[in-house]
């Protein structure tokens, strides 16, 4: 199975930051990486597809960029609504996996 | 508009078998291309990949639980089931459906349903 290792574990920042988020896989997945959002109690929530496409309905102000093994999730500046907890999952082979999570809090 | 459903039984014995069925509406799992997952959340922890069934019905399972796991789909009800044999308490978790598309990402997910194993 592909292993998909997120850094950090958690995170705390401020209103206006900019965040990045890293997701490293245990070998080359190409650009076959989404980011989740997960709120608690909620379902996730897709964010970006495909390693950098934004899920239509998701703020400009997230982004995603990587291929091969290094991906990374940007949020240019925070808002409220954006603490949460952050999931990457490849998409490049079965079994799908997913990265352990990266929670973002209010600093 | 897609939507999906979970429903089953909110607490299972160890040892049982847990059946799950997701019942979804906007789209078919006839159609070439949709596939639909299921995903696990314990309390506090990770998201985890069980299971998927696509449209051709091709299934795949996760490693560590394929021994234990079954999915199956009834196209004219729109419903996907998941079986899962042998419970136990490590298996206390949200298990979630949602449609996979494939590179587009898993979307929408359901609303979840928790299942607590205990005896």
């Known amino acids: 199975d592909i292993q998909m290792t997120q850094s950090p574990s958690s995170l705390s920042a401020s209103v206006g930051d900019r965040v990045t988020i890293t997701c490293r896989a245990s070998?080359?997945?190409?650009?076959?990486l989404n980011w989740y959002q997960q709120k608690p109690g909620k379902a996730p929530k897709l964010l970006i597809y495909t390693a950098s496409s934004l899920q239509s309905g998701v703020p400009l102000r997230f982004s995603g960029s990587g291929s091969g093994t290094d991906f990374t999730l940007t949020i240019s500046s925070l808002q409220s609504e954006d603490f949460a907890t952050y999931y990457c999952q490849q998409s490049y082979t079965t079994p799908r996996t997913f990265g352990q999570g990266t929670k973002l809090e209010i600093k | 508009q897609v939507t999906l459903k979970e429903s089953g039984p909110a607490l299972v014995k160890p040892t049982q078998t847990l059946t799950l069925t997701c019942t979804f509406s906007?789209?078919?799992?006839?159609?070439?291309?949709?596939?639909v997952s299921w995903i696990r959340q314990p309390p506090g922890k990770a998201l985890e990949w069980l299971a998927r069934?696509?449209?051709?019905?091709?299934?795949f399972y996760s490693t560590s639980l394929k021994t234990r796991l079954t999915i199956s789909k009834d196209t004219s009800k729109n419903q996907v089931v998941l079986t899962m044999t042998n419970m136990d308490p490590v298996d206390t978790a949200t298990y979630y459906c949602?449609?996979?598309?494939?590179?587009?990402?898993?979307?929408?997910w359901g609303q979840g349903t928790l299942v607590t194993v205990s005896s």
């Open positions: 906007g789209f078919s799992l006839s159609t070439s291309g949709m596939r």
């Open positions: 069934i696509d449209w051709d019905d091709d299934k």
């Open positions: 070998q080359s997945i190409r650009g076959h």
């Open positions: 949602a449609r996979d598309g494939g590179d587009l990402g898993v979307d929408p």
